[in-house]
């Protein structure tokens, strides 16, 4: 094609179209971040949601009930036989409705607070800085959406078979909204809402921050010679082991948030007065093992989650931000 000319003759430099303001409004790094972790968020938490429930209710299960006191795959069967498919993902909806923001709040935030630790933009941060800015990243998202996480867990419990929530044949479950309506008048206005954040602050922001340093560690070491990046089975593997480790270090923190959450609840057996109370008394009553019950189907779903959840957010950040994209997060 000819370059077009004026009357004169001269020749008319050729426009070249400036990028999109909306794309170049989504490809910095803080947006593309917050995008990409909404999506991966959504479906790290759908692929492993028949773990995730069956971790909550063993988590919830003091001593003396026994609905649930069985062997992982034995425990699913028994979750299928009683409430079919939906039971697998009783709690789903409100997690990932939880899950998006808490997820897209978490890495959004911590590119935000990284900034204060690079020696110049676009620096890689040491191991102890990627902790750091990944705990205050966790305390960030998960201030923002307890209320969702609180009503996930009541969710999660309310169809299950356990005996002392049976309820009449043909009952209707209240929903997202009505459970925490209900909460709100009768359980101590906004602060029942927020039920449990202490020990789930107290567990997040090491699990996030460890999550953050052992994932670009293991990130490292799966990336072949002489290549920037792993491949996409790589950010599997260094997504399954960074959430292994962090999940294994803070396990009882999350012990503690579930048994919070439904601590107001009628038929669970126990009523406890205070972190130390609770610590003290699950001990006691169920041994140092209580402090980690569930963990099994935990770690069972820790992996594909945290494979998932890294391998999606990568490729959506990579798909959001381009060319622009210059280094990892």
Known sequence: MST?????GSTIPAIVPEPSSVRAFFQQPVVASFVAGGVAGAVSRTVVSPLERLKILFQVQSVGRN??????????????????????MAGNGTNCIRIVPYSAVQFGAYNVYKRFFESEPGAPLGAYQRLLCGGLAGITSVTFTYPLDIVRTRLSIQSASFETLKRVDGQKLPGMWAIMVNMYKTEGGFFALYRGIVPTVAGVAPYVGLNFMVY???RTQFTPEGQKDPGAFGKLGAGAVSGA??????????VLR?????????????????????ITNIIKTEGVRGLYKGIVPNLLK???SMASSWLSFEMTRDLVMGKQRSNFL
Do not use: H
């Open 67 to 88: 609905e649930y006191k069985m062997s992982v795959p034995k425990a699913l069967a028994k979750m299928w036989r009683d409430e079919g498919w939906r039971g697998f």
């Open 4 to 8: 077009p000319k004026s009357s004169e």
């Open 216 to 218: 670009e560690m293991a």
């Open 258 to 278: 579930r048994r919070f959450q439904v601590n107001t609840m009628s038929g669970m057996g126990y009523q406890y007065s205070g972190i130390g109370d609770a």
């Open 245 to 254: 480790v962090a999940q294994t270090c803070t396990y009882p923190f999350d």
């Open 302 to 304: 820790v992996a594909p």
